[in-house]
């Protein structure tokens, strides 16, 4: 089927070999899932071994090459491929196209990284989707020595469960983008979001590595949608592009954010692409970054589908966009934002969209998006977790704490959690050489900090929850059920 055509509707039956497996049931898929070495939990621990798509490449031919089936969207990124996904999948099934996407780390359940039409699998689905990679698990032992691990698992899953259920595809890199499990797809259009300086200890050390992992994944004669603007960096992108006679789309040259104006409940953007002007769309999602997350997904289904999108269809994919745990607001009174940034490139962005949106901070703008609404004297009070490696002190440099009159500092229930004590002693030290400095207290457990955080906002006040997207998760599961 052409890519641009949907002639019966969504593909309906289920995973190749479906029904079959030593898996009885959804909480047996979980505990089989759960065996595996996750990288995630971990990150480059004792356990951890050489970068290889061994394993992933031997899973995919003894399933019949599954992630070959359907055309694909191929995600990577510093920061926001995950909302780029959401969106894209949004846009295309507003073209008539169920889009399967893989993505991860989970929000609420682990369902939620295979989704179809930006619907997570049901139990029953998951649990088949999970049990035919269980069956062929010994095959891939005998090949390579060892079991694929658990995001392998995962990606292998999504990948054949999308070859009879998708027209497309949308993946999201795990981390980096050469070695990444999700890597044995050559798609139609490769994005690159944005290039950081994050995960420097395994993609590093230099921005220039990070750069070249992630125009790994820039397959043989495709579309490049990059979002990265730093000439040194497009150069790397540009290389690789090249040696793979692959067309280049550049930010700020092919394609760009042409105009934004802030709007109650998200704001109005005008997209410029390599097929002309898409004008005045309303983005139901604040902050300038997720203008540009917008403009890139819209860019990257053009690309998909070489031609301009119709306005209208546009306007219908955004309207109902939803993206959990990004500048998520799910209370009032007081109002609490839930942002899963945890990077100082995530926290500059959280820090902007915070003085546009409700008027907390010093570049604060009267009059904008719900500020009129949400405008009080009083300054937010903050919860933050942090994740090792990353420093929870440049998060904090970032994110500016003197908008701020209380820091409470907390973990996650993560292996890889910095502990509160911790992450309070370098909120000290950042609050040390600011002009306000806010009350500090580290407290055990999300749940008990984003109270206390509650308690001291008080009815007329902000609460933000960020710093990990796994202590955003976890805040989420309490707050998100708050009328609002």
């Known amino acids: 089927m052409n890519p641009g055509q949907s002639e019966d509707g969504p593909p309906t039956a289920g995973p190749h070999g479906a029904g079959a497996g030593p898996l009885r049931d959804y909480e047996a898929a979980l505990d089989w899932l759960d065996s595996h070495f996750d990288l995630e939990r971990l990150l480059g621990g004792p356990e951890a071994t050489a970068p290889t798509l061994d394993r992933m490449w031997t899973l995919m031919g003894i399933l019949g090459d599954p992630q070959d089936s359907v055309p694909a969207i191929h995600i990577t990124g510093t920061n926001g491929k995950g909302s780029t996904a959401r969106l894209s999948v949004a846009l295309l099934g507003a073209c008539g196209l169920a889009a399967g996407s893989y993505t991860s780390p989970h929000i ?18 998951f649990a088949l989707a999970i049990s035919e990679i269980a069956v062929f698990e010994s095959m891939v032992i005998d090949r390579c020595g060892e079991r694929p691990n658990y ?4 990606a292998a899953a999504a990948y054949s469960w999308f070859a009879s259920t998708a027209h497309v595809n949308v993946i999201e890199v795990g981390m980096g983008g050469r070695w990444d499990a999700t890597n044995v797809v050559d798609a139609a259009v490769a994005v690159i979001t944005n290039i950081g300086a994050d995960h420097l200890e395994i993609i590093g050390p230099t921005l220039a590595d990070v750069a070249a992992e992630k125009a790994g994944i820039i397959a043989p004669n495709s579309i490049v949608v990059c979002g990265e603007t730093a000439p040194e960096l497009v150069g790397i992108v540009a290389g690789v592009a090249s040696d793979n006679d692959a067309e280049l789309w550049r930010r700020g040259v092919d394609w760009e954010v042409a105009a934004r104006h802030p709007a109650i409940g998200g704001q109005l953007v005008t997209v410029v692409t390599p097929f002309g002007e898409q004008s005045d769309h309303f983005v139901p999602l604040h902050g300038a970054h997720q203008a540009v997350n917008a403009a890139c997904a819209i860019c990257s289904v053009e690309a998909f589908f070489g031609r301009s999108l119709d306005h209208d269809v546009v306007e219908a994919a955004l309207a109902d966009v939803k993206l959990p745990a990004r500048f998520e607001i799910v209370g009032r009174q007081p109002t609490v934002v839930i942002d899963g940034a945890h990077n100082p490139a995530g926290a500059a962005s959280l820090r902007d969209t915070l003085a546009e949106t409700l008027s907390i901070g010093p570049e604060a703008t009267v009059g904008s998006s719900d500020a009129a609404a949400t405008r009080r004297e009083s300054k937010g009070v903050l919860v933050i977790g942090a994740n090792k490696p990353h420093d929870p002190g440049a998060f904090c440099e970032a994110l500016d704490l003197g908008v701020f009159d209380a820091v409470v500092a907390t973990a996650a229930a993560w292996p890889r959690a910095i502990a509160p004590d911790d992450v309070a002693d ?3 030290r950042v609050a040390a050489g600011a002009d306000h400095s806010p009350e500090i207290i580290p407290i055990d457990g999300v749940d008990d900090a984003a109270r206390w955080a509650m308690d001291r906002a008080g009815a007329d006040g902000t609460v933000v929850v960020s710093g990990s997207l796994y202590v955003a998760a976890e805040a989420r599961r309490l707050l998100g059920a708050r009328p609002h």
């Open 108 to 125: 609420e359940r682990v369902n939620d990284r295979i989704t179809v039409a930006n619907e997570p699998l049901d139990d029953e689905s």
């Open 151 to 154: 995001f392998e698992v995962m």
């Open 426 to 428: 370098a909120v000290e």
